[in-house]
């Protein structure tokens, strides 16, 4: 089970702070990922990063505002969000992909994880 939390409503410029906390599974045996889909629109890829922590991958629209990190005596990853956009408006959700003992490159496409927390609100007012 995946519970993602932190969204809220922040000025244009301003920074969040989302988790996800893991809970039923060998949360090192996954990479983690973080997605978000504003209204009307597809669920896009934010970053992701593998079952070590040693990569990490980011879409180009959020590179060098937002960072991915996890936390093993937790159980949690994280995503730091900075210099916020209203256009960055959107349910974010967190999101498991099982490698077992593998330790690559963490994916990046929807269908590539197995499951999904409920989502959290970000508003990003201008």
């Known amino acids: 089970q995946l519970q993602a939390y932190g969204g809220g409503l922040v000025q244009a410029g301003g920074s969040l702070r989302l988790s996800c906390a893991a809970s039923?599974?060998?949360?090192?045996?996954?990479?983690m990922g973080w997605f978000r889909q504003a209204q009307g629109k597809e669920r896009e890829f934010l970053a992701a990063i593998n079952r070590s922590g040693g990569s990490t991958r980011y879409a180009d629209s959020v590179k060098g505002r937002f960072t991915i990190s996890r936390d093993y005596a937790k159980n949690t990853v994280a995503l730091q969000m900075n210099s916020l956009k209203p256009e960055d408006t959107a349910v974010y959700y967190c999101?498991?992909?099982?490698?077992?003992?593998?330790?690559?490159?963490?994916?990046?496409?929807?269908?590539?994880?197995?499951?999904w927390g409920q989502g959290t609100l970000v508003t990003v007012s201008s």
């Open positions: 999101a498991a992909d099982w490698v077992g003992h593998n330790i690559g490159v963490p994916r990046t496409t929807v269908s590539d994880y197995d499951y």
């Open positions: 039923g599974r060998t949360f090192s045996n996954y990479d």
